[in-house]
């Protein structure tokens, strides 16, 4: 019994039970789950929701979209996550790794982008409670050493970098109380013992050392009365004035890093409000009246650390505010490149809009609501109009391609792809048609070069299908089955010849490969690489059998030209490694011991027609024999 339905989005759970190790799908995409559920899919464009399946036991997997993206694996008690697990984001890479109670993150873990550990500490009801450590994200050897309370830091903490302790100090509730600060040969820049009186600290972003300094006067330890603010880099003003709960709130001065004036006027909850802003050259460029007006933002010098640079102020947004937010028409610039300009609605994008890529050309034109695409769009590639249509919630419902300004596809989409509709040639005739997901289709790079040609079944690649590069050359032809290669199959280096051929089944392949036109393997493959038992040959001759994984890994054999077997035995890494045996061009045995490394050692024995010639001890430094020889 489907038990906690949430219609905002779709996913798949399957569970496989330890004492069974097979696969029950829960969930599946189809009309008839559809039709029991009510569902029509096309109105769930976002793909935001899921069906919690009844209390299961045993290891268990979500899956995110039509191309099963893989969100959760781990273990499952009473329908709730409990035990070990591992989260990934919607492009597959993992970004937690750890326990689990009741549902939630409880125990030890990890936060992470892929190999990249952003925090690893103690998680209490899904928060970060008890100690942990805090890495940069630009620089691993940034770290932040603490307690942490309710997912914010509180209690003791320190920060190093490359091991150096650069502060310490106390928090509470993710603010700093109390700290000492440290120049780079140790000596104390400061101690803050906290308080009220006039204080001079280092205020710290995403725990980056070049920020500012402030300083001025603190109540119940925060910034309140007058204070400034400095560069750490140059020591130079970076802004003065008042300040109210820790927030610039009346009269005050912003500057850059050269020294010139940017802003004058007054403040109100962290942002200008009244005031002119002004050029390098002191002249005023724009004016705010209660927060209303033409304003320019910019990103800050702290702002600017958390993407990983050290700059000073940089131009960012330029347009109406209206009460405090952008309202009516603005443009924003990343460095001096215009990307975007259009219309905003209490701070975000809303009404009409363009988007351009970093060399300043177009690339959308389209109408926004909520931030998102909604409504009629176009889409441009180098000038040229790829894609004329309607938008929800940024993926398009229904719309026409264009290659070279020619239409080649009409109909609808769905989670951005086609679904019903005709797609043409560059003659206007009509090559193929969708019903439902399914027929024959086409697909296209960017560029106009086709990209794909085969066969759809429920909006995925089913049935015979070839694959192109961004240069037109064919790379792939073959069986696909739910999207997936799946069935016989050939690839194709650039210049035509081919590369592998056999067959296909989930991540796995098994077959030849050829280069330049001789055969150089022949056997099994796993995400690409040599997986399992194969064959290599030089020449088109026999060289190795055995077990790879990527290299020679595991039991296998050597040949000669002649193909005689001149070794067989153990493999680790592509060298011969563990006990094996050595055969002349005759096929006689001459050698039998351990290698270590692809060289021999420790005792073995040594033969000439069959008969014992040494008994020998290797060292794996030399090589050399280490007693005498034994007629």
């Given at each position: 019994m489907l038990k906690n339905i949430k219609s905002s989005f779709f996913q798949?759970?399957?569970?496989?039970?330890?004492?069974?190790?097979?696969?029950?799908?829960?969930?599946?995409?189809?009309?008839?789950?559809?039709?029991k559920l009510n569902i029509d899919i096309r109105h769930y464009q976002a793909l935001s929701g899921r069906y919690l399946i009844y209390e299961s036991n045993g290891i268990g997997k979500i899956y995110y979209g039509e191309n099963?993206?893989?969100?959760?694996?781990?273990?499952?008690?009473?329908?709730?996550?409990?035990g070990k697990g591992k989260e990934y984001n919607e492009f597959g890479v993992i970004i937690f790794e750890g326990e689990y109670l009741n549902g939630k993150r409880h125990g030890k873990g990890k936060e992470c982008i892929g190999k990249k550990i952003l925090f690893e500490g103690e998680y209490k009801n899904g928060k970060r409670n008890g100690k942990g450590k805090e890495y940069d994200i630009a620089d691993e050897s940034a770290v932040f050493e603490g307690e942490y309370l309710n997912g914010k830091m509180n209690g003791k903490?320190?920060?190093?970098?490359?091991?150096?302790?650069?502060?310490?100090?106390e928090f509470l509730e993710g603010k700093m109380i109390k700290e000492k600060a440290y120049d780079k040969n140790g000596n104390i820049l400061y101690e803050d013992k906290g308080g009220n009186e006039k204080r001079r600290r280092l205020d710290f972003l995403s725990f980056h050392p070049e920020a500012k300094i402030f300083e001025g006067e603190y109540i119940n330890c925060k910034k309140n009365g007058k204070g400034k603010e400095y560069f750490l880099s140059n020591g130079k003003l970076r802004f003065e004035g008042e300040y109210l709960d820790g927030k610039k709130n009346g009269k005050?001065?912003?500057?850059?890093?050269?020294?010139?004036?940017?802003?004058?006027?007054?403040y109100l909850d962290g942002k200008k409000w009244n005031g002119f802003g002004y050029d390098k050259s002191n002249r005023p460029i724009y004016e705010l009246k209660n927060g209303n007006g033409i304003m320019k933002?910019?990103?800050?010098?702290?702002?600017?650390?958390?993407?990983?640079?050290?700059?000073?102020?940089?131009?960012y947004f330029e347009g109406e505010y209206l009460n405090g937010k952008r309202n009516g028409k603005g443009k924003e610039y990343d460095e001096d490149t215009l990307i975007f300009e259009g219309e905003y609605l209490n701070g975000i994008k809303n009404g009409k809009?363009?988007?351009?890529?970093?060399?300043?050309?177009?690339?959308?034109?389209?109408?926004y609501f909520d931030d998102k695409r909604y409504g009629k769009g176009k889409e441009y590639c180098n000038g040229n109009l790829i894609f004329e249509g309607e938008y929800l919630y940024n993926y398009k419902i229904e719309g026409k391609e264009y290659i070279n300004n020619k239409l080649v596809y009409e109909g609808e989409y769905l989670f951005n792809k086609k679904y019903n509709g005709k797609g043409y040639d560059e003659n206007g005739i009509l090559i193929y048609e969708l019903i439902n997901g399914n027929g024959k289709i086409k697909e296209y790079y960017e560029n106009g070069e086709l990209k794909f040609e085969g066969e759809y079944l429920n909006r995925k690649r089913n049935g015979k299908g070839k694959?192109?590069?961004?240069?037109?050359?064919?790379?792939?032809?073959?069986?696909?089955?739910?999207?997936?290669?799946?069935?016989?199959?050939?690839?194709?280096?650039?210049n035509g010849e081919l590369k592998f051929e056999g067959?296909?089944?989930?991540?796995?392949?098994?077959?030849?490969?050829?280069?330049?036109?001789?055969?150089?393997?022949?056997?099994?493959?796993?995400?690409g690489f040599k997986n399992g038992k194969g064959k290599l040959y030089s020449k088109g001759k026999l060289k190795y059998e055995g077990e790879f994984c990527g290299t020679p890994n595991g039991k296998g054999k050597e040949y000669n030209e002649s193909g005689i077997i001149i070794f067989e035995g153990e493999y680790l890494d592509g060298k011969r490694n563990g006990k094996g045996k050595e055969y002349n061009d005759n096929g006689k045995l001459i050698y039998e011991g351990d290698y270590s490394n692809g060289i021999k050692v420790g005792k073995s024995k040594e033969k000439e027609n069959d008969k014992l010639k040494y008994e020998a001890e290797y060292t794996n430094e030399e090589n050399t024999y280490n007693c005498c020889a034994n007629f």
């Amino acid at each position: 019994m489907l038990k906690n339905i949430k219609s905002s989005f779709f996913q798949k759970l399957i569970f496989s039970h330890l004492d069974k190790i097979k696969s029950l799908e829960i969930i599946k995409y189809n009309k008839i789950l559809q039709q029991k559920l009510n569902i029509d899919i096309r109105h769930y464009q976002a793909l935001s929701g899921r069906y919690l399946i009844y209390e299961s036991n045993g290891i268990g997997k979500i899956y995110y979209g039509e191309n099963d993206t893989l969100l959760f694996e781990g273990e499952y008690k009473n329908g709730e996550k409990n035990g070990k697990g591992k989260e990934y984001n919607e492009f597959g890479v993992i970004i937690f790794e750890g326990e689990y109670l009741n549902g939630k993150r409880h125990g030890k873990g990890k936060e992470c982008i892929g190999k990249k550990i952003l925090f690893e500490g103690e998680y209490k009801n899904g928060k970060r409670n008890g100690k942990g450590k805090e890495y940069d994200i630009a620089d691993e050897s940034a770290v932040f050493e603490g307690e942490y309370l309710n997912g914010k830091m509180n209690g003791k903490g320190k920060f190093t970098i490359k091991d150096k302790l650069v502060f310490e100090g106390e928090f509470l509730e993710g603010k700093m109380i109390k700290e000492k600060a440290y120049d780079k040969n140790g000596n104390i820049l400061y101690e803050d013992k906290g308080g009220n009186e006039k204080r001079r600290r280092l205020d710290f972003l995403s725990f980056h050392p070049e920020a500012k300094i402030f300083e001025g006067e603190y109540i119940n330890c925060k910034k309140n009365g007058k204070g400034k603010e400095y560069f750490l880099s140059n020591g130079k003003l970076r802004f003065e004035g008042e300040y109210l709960d820790g927030k610039k709130n009346g009269k005050g001065k912003e500057y850059d890093m050269d020294g010139h004036l940017m802003f004058e006027g007054e403040y109100l909850d962290g942002k200008k409000w009244n005031g002119f802003g002004y050029d390098k050259s002191n002249r005023p460029i724009y004016e705010l009246k209660n927060g209303n007006g033409i304003m320019k933002e910019f990103l800050t010098y702290d702002e600017e650390i958390t993407f990983g640079t050290l700059l000073g102020f940089r131009y960012y947004f330029e347009g109406e505010y209206l009460n405090g937010k952008r309202n009516g028409k603005g443009k924003e610039y990343d460095e001096d490149t215009l990307i975007f300009e259009g219309e905003y609605l209490n701070g975000i994008k809303n009404g009409k809009g363009k988007k351009y890529n970093s060399l300043g050309k177009l690339i959308f034109e389209d109408e926004y609501f909520d931030d998102k695409r909604y409504g009629k769009g176009k889409e441009y590639c180098n000038g040229n109009l790829i894609f004329e249509g309607e938008y929800l919630y940024n993926y398009k419902i229904e719309g026409k391609e264009y290659i070279n300004n020619k239409l080649v596809y009409e109909g609808e989409y769905l989670f951005n792809k086609k679904y019903n509709g005709k797609g043409y040639d560059e003659n206007g005739i009509l090559i193929y048609e969708l019903i439902n997901g399914n027929g024959k289709i086409k697909e296209y790079y960017e560029n106009g070069e086709l990209k794909f040609e085969g066969e759809y079944l429920n909006r995925k690649r089913n049935g015979k299908g070839k694959e192109y590069n961004d240069k037109g050359k064919l790379e792939f032809e073959g069986e696909y089955l739910n999207g997936k290669k799946y069935g016989k199959g050939k690839e194709y280096y650039e210049n035509g010849e081919l590369k592998f051929e056999g067959e296909y089944f989930d991540n796995k392949k098994k077959g030849k490969q050829y280069y330049r036109g001789k055969l150089q393997y022949e056997g099994e493959f796993v995400n690409g690489f040599k997986n399992g038992k194969g064959k290599l040959y030089s020449k088109g001759k026999l060289k190795y059998e055995g077990e790879f994984c990527g290299t020679p890994n595991g039991k296998g054999k050597e040949y000669n030209e002649s193909g005689i077997i001149i070794f067989e035995g153990e493999y680790l890494d592509g060298k011969r490694n563990g006990k094996g045996k050595e055969y002349n061009d005759n096929g006689k045995l001459i050698y039998e011991g351990d290698y270590s490394n692809g060289i021999k050692v420790g005792k073995s024995k040594e033969k000439e027609n069959d008969k014992l010639k040494y008994e020998a001890e290797y060292t794996n430094e030399e090589n050399t024999y280490n007693c005498c020889a034994n007629f």
